[in-house]
């Protein structure tokens, strides 16, 4: 950085994290697998640094979107099963083998295909059965497993490492969640075997849902980087997660001049602030809670600063995180700003520099 300071900036606090994966993990029945989520950069956490922290935590198995961040993650960790979630476009199946990368498949015809890739490199590749039970996006239709499920544990060539499916709405739809897990349950006590991961629960579903066999495996996001997903905030008091991200930035300039006293803060849309905030939208300055107003723009927004009148140029702005013993919560953050805890963490472009704390 040539000793230029910040003017917006995440802090990602790299000790919080290890501990969080720790106690996940600790909380776990024993022998339970612990997959680690960490697509999209670590949900904006500093993928290639965490790496490390959450192996140390106890993750087993890493878990992405897509190939690159496979790439990304292999280039680290070369010893442990990486599965990409989302399906491979036909040309991106070869670099499953390069990365040795698990792909989870929907279809007979996708694993055969994995299978004929297989038999020209005369080297096997796991992959990963992914059923719908109610997602309505990738995996083979529940209804449809029946009989796509044995031709696929018939191809030669692949190994099934796993078998596992999605909740679309377990942070808050449990009945629904519960009906998705019993369709899984039933087909893994069906198809599912020893040597395979099978695994349902994400963040949310820990609250509620039991992890009972076969489930062997649990796949973990949100939680890991200390948020709850459930708009009430409660539920994960016994795992003592703690959040992981701070986003900070600093006054600009003040103005006294307006009926109220202004000060501008040096990020905008460009950094992450959306300019879609509702009235609520606060900002830590001195301690104090300091509501935004006016327009977002690219590179500044506007706070009113009535309760914090000694504030000055160069003062720390706390969008998220805690401030002289006040805080802003991620979720409170994401409300304000009309995005869900996902999205808010992800959205924070590289523009703003990461600050990694060890
Ligand atoms: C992103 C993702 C997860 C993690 O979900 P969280 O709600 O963040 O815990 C788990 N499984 C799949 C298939 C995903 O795509």
Redesign the pocket.
Known sequence: MNGLPHRSWVEIDFCRLENNVRNIKASLPDGVKY?C?V?ADA?GHSMPQALLRFVRGGADVF?V?NLYEASRVREIIPDKPILV??PMLKQERPLAFDYAATPAVSSADEARAFARLADERGRPLNVQIKIDTGMGRAGIWHEEAGREIPKILEIGGIKVSGM?S?FSS??FDAEYTKRQAEIFLRLARKYGSPEMLIHIH???AMRYLPIVPPLNAV??????YGIN?FPDNAGFDKLNIMPVLSFKSRVLAVSRGARSPIASVCAGYADGVPSGYSKDARVLIRGKLCPIIGPVGLDEFTVDISSAPDARAGDEVTLIGEQEGNSISLPDYSRWTRRIP?ETMVAIPKRVARVLKY
Do not use: C, E, T
């Not at 796949?219 to 890991?224: F, S, V």
């Open positions: 997959v989520v697509k949900y878990a979107a979630l989302s596992f999605h377990a942070d994400n963040s949310a796949r973990m996001g949100l939680i890991q997903p996902w």
